[in-house]
């Protein structure tokens, strides 16, 4: 639905460009969970793609019409006016009528648990309330493809779950979503691929499971440094491990060789500050990516 090919983009006087040579091709139905350090370009991408700015290289080129929803990092509501009346306002401004009109307003209302809030005005709802205004007025325009800057900062454990939810029934619609967030159990949760920036770049681009693997591996620290005696007993089992500075990651064990590894922690006389089976979380790779170890 929409291809970006050698994108690139410098804002007046800075030295370095904010992003370059950006390829990328993006589906309907498919979330992207864009990732990277501050200043990565992740709010540059999103402004090119969303006509905030226009880009100085290269293209961005829309298969049919090209139809936005967009989920700014800033607060963007009239904050003298009441809930009910921000909504009423975009809808407006997105020409919604009739049923449509009223079936886009419940469900952005229901999505983003505002009902008891209508009536109160913008500037008086706490910090998480206002995020949560600000994702029903993205979610309200219609649209082919929702990008998503950072919408849950401060948002409540309970009602971020639910805006998570609101994400995943777009995608199950056929909607595509970029969604950009420094939490990543919840890019985790939403996005099937992900895309790594780093200064500008594209530095991976990956399918979210073949990136997290299924093979489950064995992820252990201690508070200082893992026991003297663990090396010879990992040469010992067979095993390969990758070191970390006060832990170990081994890829691949089998039950016996858990078993050996939990047995000999046991006998040690400190206990691990990590102790993990399974997966790798997106959070550990990325911190392996970031750190260049991947
Ligand atoms: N208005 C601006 N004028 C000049 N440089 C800018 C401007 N906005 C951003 N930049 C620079 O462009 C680069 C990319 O910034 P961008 O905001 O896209 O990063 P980001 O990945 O969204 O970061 P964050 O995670 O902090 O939101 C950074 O080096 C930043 O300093």
Redesign the pocket.
């Known amino acids: 639905m929409l291809e970006l090919d050698n994108l690139s983009y410098r804002?007046p006087q800075?030295t370095q460009p904010?992003l370059q040579g950006i390829d990328l091709q993006l589906q309907a139905g498919q979330c992207l969970g864009l990732l990277?350090s501050?200043?990565?370009?992740?709010?540059?991408l999103l402004s090119l793609l969303s006509g905030v700015l226009q880009p100085q290289g290269g293209a961005i080129v829309w298969q049919g019409e090209r139809r936005l929803g967009l989920v700014p990092?800033q607060l963007a509501f009239y904050a003298g006016l009441k809930v009910r009346e921000n909504l009423e306002l975009f809808a407006d401004l997105y020409q919604l009528r009739g049923a449509e009109r009223h079936q886009r307003l419940d469900r952005c209302i229901a999505s983003t648990a505002l009902a008891d809030k209508l009536e109160r005005r913008a500037e008086r709802l706490s910090g998480g309330e206002q995020r949560r205004l600000n994702f029903a007025i993205g979610l309200l325009q219609p649209a082919e493809l929702y990008l998503f800057d950072e919408a849950t900062v401060g948002v409540d454990a309970s009602s971020r779950q639910m805006l998570l939810e609101a994400v995943g029934l777009l995608t199950r619609e056929g909607k595509a979503v970029i969604y950009t967030s420094?939490y990543l159990d919840e890019v985790e949760k939403v996005a099937d691929r992900i895309l790594l920036?780093h200064e500008g770049r594209v530095q991976l681009d990956i399918d979210k499971h073949q990136l997290l693997g299924d093979q489950p591996g064995l992820f252990l620290e201690w508070p200082e440094q893992p026991p003297d005696a663990l090396p010879a007993l990992l040469a010992e089992l067979g095993l390969s491990a990758e070191h970390t500075s006060n832990g170990v990651r081994i890829a691949t064990l089998n039950v016996d060789q858990l078993l050996a590894i939990t047995r000999f922690i046991a006998a040690q006389p400190q206990t691990p500050s990590l102790l993990r089976f399974g997966r790798p979380s997106l959070e550990q790779l990325y911190l392996r990516l970031n750190g260049g170890q991947l």
């Open positions: 804002y800075a904010a990277g501050n200043g990565a370009g992740k709010t540059t990092q420094h920036l």
